[in-house]
């Protein structure tokens, strides 16, 4: 019985190159939730997205971040031209939605860890 | 936009004492959660309260939704080494909007 599978753990890219953050949410689950961790800090929201939906993005940078949620497959977060500053833990969560209601009663993987050299 | 202040950002106690922790907000949430997240590792539910005034318990811990809904308490008793990590409080307004959380507390057990 997986929990949320997130890949890669570790990633490491240059300034420029582009960043993909896999994660497949438990089994039965339908709502995704990306988070951004700093050192030391807490968990910033990014985006909240149902199968082919986004939900709420109000997150996410304007620019160079884009993420979905296929009907098939991951949900993918995409960071393009990645600048110094993108380095962090990228943690995405999802829900069972009981009902179709959130309930904030998230279950979080083990994070991806970017590093922009 | 919404915010949630956590006190204190850390704390330093011997094995077996009890902590105190709290998370408060300017604005009204209507489900409050806690959470701990352990190094390296991805924040893992600890208690959820639905309710204003509710007294939750989940073995040593036990969290207070505050009556005003701008607040909640976690307290852990006879603490142990294995409860050191960052404990989040984290906000929902309503189902439709997203989880807020704090900044966290990071809590470090002395043997």
């Known amino acids: 019985n997986a929990g949320v599978m997130q890949n890669p753990r570790h990633l490491v890219r240059r300034r420029g190159q582009e960043a993909r953050l896999r994660c497949s949410p438990m089994?039965?689950?339908?709502?995704v939730y990306w988070y951004r961790q700093l050192p030391e800090e807490g968990l910033k929201f990014m985006v909240y997205?149902?199968?082919?939906?986004?939900?709420?993005e109000s997150g996410m940078p304007k620019e160079r971040f884009s993420a979905e949620f296929p009907k098939e497959g991951p949900s993918i977060l995409r960071i393009q031209q990645v600048v110094r500053g993108d380095s962090a833990a990228y943690f995405c969560?999802?829900?069972?939605?009981?009902?179709?209601?959130?309930?904030?009663?998230?279950?979080f993987g083990e994070g991806s860890r970017l590093t922009v050299l | 936009g919404q915010q949630l202040n956590q006190n204190p950002q850390s704390m330093f106690i011997q094995e077996g004492e009890d902590v105190s922790m709290n998370c408060t907000s300017s604005?009204?949430?209507?489900?409050w959660l806690w959470y701990k997240q352990d190094p390296g590792e991805g924040p893992v539910l600890l208690i959820a309260?639905?309710?204003?005034?509710e007294l939750t318990s989940n073995g040593r811990l036990t969290a207070q939704f505050g009556i005003t809904r701008k607040d909640s308490f976690l307290n852990i008793s006879a603490s142990i080494p294995s409860d050191v990590g960052i404990y989040f409080c984290?906000?929902?307004?309503?189902?439709?909007?997203?989880?807020?959380f704090g900044e966290g507390t990071q809590l470090t057990v002395n043997p």
């Open positions: 997205l149902q199968k082919e939906n986004i939900i709420d």
């Open positions: 089994k039965g689950h339908s709502h």
């Open positions: 309260l639905y309710k204003a005034g």
């Open positions: 604005s009204i949430f209507n489900t």
């Open positions: 969560a999802s829900s069972p939605a009981l009902a179709g209601v959130n309930t904030g009663e998230l279950f």
């Open positions: 984290a906000g929902l307004w309503d189902s439709g909007s997203r989880l807020t």
